[in-house]
């Protein structure tokens, strides 16, 4: 089973880990990948040096550096720059064995209306839908 991880859900766990269990633990068997576009999102916003966001994004990068990148289409926003959400939507879309992991509700509204696994978070917990 892939477990892809955008930009929101980074950031959380590489600052603020999951208490008393980690991504491992709570869902055994999952490969954790991110997609380059992410890799992007968060080196432009490790650029903001004096800020708590740059930080963060700093921390994920640094948590992200033992992931698996996927993806290897071209998917690209209004304006011109990859999009992180095309390429994850893209990625899962249609993979059973693929959930993605996010804090966006408007990514997870969208992965859930295409059938895709999605998990997140609730009152610190991680929550999943359909419940894996």
């Not at 991880?5 to 954790?32: K, V």
């Not at 698996?68 to 994850?88: C, T």
Request: net charge positive; aromatic share 6%; glycine share 8%.
């Amino acid at each position: 089973m892939i477990l892809i991880l955008d930009t929101s859900f980074l950031i959380r766990i590489a600052t603020r880990p999951l208490p008393s269990e980690n991504l491992s633990a709570s869902f055994g068997g999952y490969t954790r990948v991110t997609v380059v576009e992410v890799i992007s999102e968060l080196e432009r916003i490790a650029k903001r040096t004096y800020t708590r966001r740059g930080k963060d994004a700093r921390l994920a990068l640094a948590y992200a550096k033992d992931l698996r990148i996927v993806g290897d289409d071209k998917n690209r926003d209004d304006r011109g720059f990859p999009s992180a959400d095309g390429r994850i939507l893209k990625y899962a879309k249609g993979k059973k064995d693929v959930a993605i992991a996010s804090l966006d509700r408007a990514l997870l509204e969208k992965a859930r209306r295409q059938g895709i696994r999605i998990i997140s978070l609730s009152r610190g917990r991680l929550v999943g839908s359909p419940v894996l």
